[in-house]
């Protein structure tokens, strides 16, 4: 099968690192096209998988954006379809992997005659997008789409309730490589002694700086924690929330926690450093849609709490295999993270139980056959 994956981001955010991997099984005759360059157009040709920056003009529409904004991008988006329309003809399927994507797709798909289907990253709620663009991804995907691949059940629910055909969509988790995230003692005492985290109780917190990310949640909760409890923040604003980055900062400053508060910023050798962590913790204000970092923490056989929401619901049970608690209560999280620091026992069985269930659940190879028999049965080429 011959895919067309197309994808609006020039930054690797969680529905591109996915896109890495689905796309892997069919690089010897497919194309990911971009809508802008960056560091995951290199991360792809590093991992030799065929790459093509189909524009390097911003798309000046957002998840806020209402119908004349959006109207105005569609005469600018005129180049890029063309173009996509042009390569779709060599290709059997077209596979949308974000909304802008989804829109120069549904598009693509009509004029070229290809099938389209959609993966569906996001929660479509008003929480996450405007009145306007949640109508247009819903009718795009609904008129144009032979099949929406969700990435839990938080967003098919969401996708069905904001009017959504059930018929077109199913259920794929993210898939992982359970391998990559085993590391060895001697790596992680050589890390740790980088980054003069030796003898210290270590949060770690893995996500592009957001607000919605909630990283201001556990700079608020290490201020009640013991003071041998260190966070380090991994991963930058790739969308462009500075404010919030300096805001940050400031919380730091004014509470007191410059030594124990470390902003790595963007890595990408996340397995390492959540090796060298006691605890990774996830604060999403908002449902997350999936949460990978979730999955990588459990890979890595670290013990993990993740705000009570969304697709963090399917991923943990509370006591079971890692930690729940309420989004946005930085007590809650204070406490659970003190109960990691005092009965390291309990946490490391419960973090060793996870670590079999996720290799299981999320084995990339498995989730790769999914899509792979999906596409084949649901999609008419
Ligand atoms: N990540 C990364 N480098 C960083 C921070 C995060 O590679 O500095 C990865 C992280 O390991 C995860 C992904 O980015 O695989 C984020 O995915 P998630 O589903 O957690 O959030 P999203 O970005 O999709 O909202």
């Not at 040709?45 to 524009?55: K, R």
């Not at 963007?266 to 999955?295: K, Y």
């Not at 596409?375 to 008419?380: D, F």
């Amino acid at each position: 099968m011959r895919i067309l994956f197309l994808d609006q981001s020039g930054k690797p955010g969680g529905a591109e690192l996915c896109l890495m991997d689905i796309a892997k099984p069919y690089s010897d005759r497919s194309l990911i096209g971009l809508f802008a360059d960056g560091s995951f157009k290199d991360l792809l040709q590093q991992n030799h998988l065929p790459v093509e920056v189909l524009t390097t003009q911003k798309i000046k529409v957002s998840k806020e954006s209402n119908f004349s904004q959006g109207f105005k991008s569609l005469r600018q988006l005129l180049p890029l379809i063309t173009k996509v329309i042009k390569r779709a003809r060599k290709y059997d399927l077209i596979y949308a992997n974000t909304q802008k994507a989804l829109v120069v797709g549904s598009i693509a798909s009509f004029f070229a005659r290809r099938p389209l289907v959609y993966h569906l990253h996001d929660i479509l709620s008003k929480e996450h997008f405007s009145q306007t663009n949640l109508r247009i991804a819903i009718n795009l995907a609904n008129r144009f789409a032979s099949l929406v691949i969700a990435n839990s059940q938080a967003s098919q629910i969401a996708f069905i309730k904001a009017g959504g055909n059930p018929d077109i969509i199913e259920i794929v988790y993210n898939g992982f490589e359970p391998k990559l995230y085993q590391k060895s003692e001697s790596d992680i005492k050589q890390l740790k002694q980088q980054l003069e985290l030796e003898g210290k109780f270590v949060v770690g917190h893995f996500s592009r700086l957001a607000p919605w990310k909630g990283q201001h949640i556990l700079i608020a909760a290490l201020a009640q924690c013991p003071p041998d409890v260190t966070a380090i923040l991994v991963g930058d604003a790739l969308f462009g929330e500075q404010d919030y980055v300096k805001k940050l900062h400031q919380q730091v400053a004014e509470l007191g926690l410059e030594n124990r508060v470390k902003f790595l910023g963007f890595r990408s050798n996340i397995p390492q450093l959540m090796a060298a962590c006691d605890l990774i913790a996830h604060t999403s204000t908002a449902p997350e849609p999936f949460g990978r970092v979730i999955v990588e923490a459990m890979l890595c056989r670290k013990p993990v709490v993740a705000a009570k929401a969304g697709g963090a619901m399917e991923l943990v049970e509370h006591g079971m295999n890692g930690f729940l608690v309420t989004p946005g209560e930085p007590q809650e999280l204070a406490q659970v993270i003190t109960t990691c620091l005092q009965e390291p026992e309990i946490t490391a069985t419960m973090a060793s139980n996870a670590r079999n269930t996720a290799s299981q659940r999320f084995d990339m190879t498995t989730i790769n056959q999914q899509i792979n028999l999906l596409l084949s049965e649901k999609v008419n080429i």
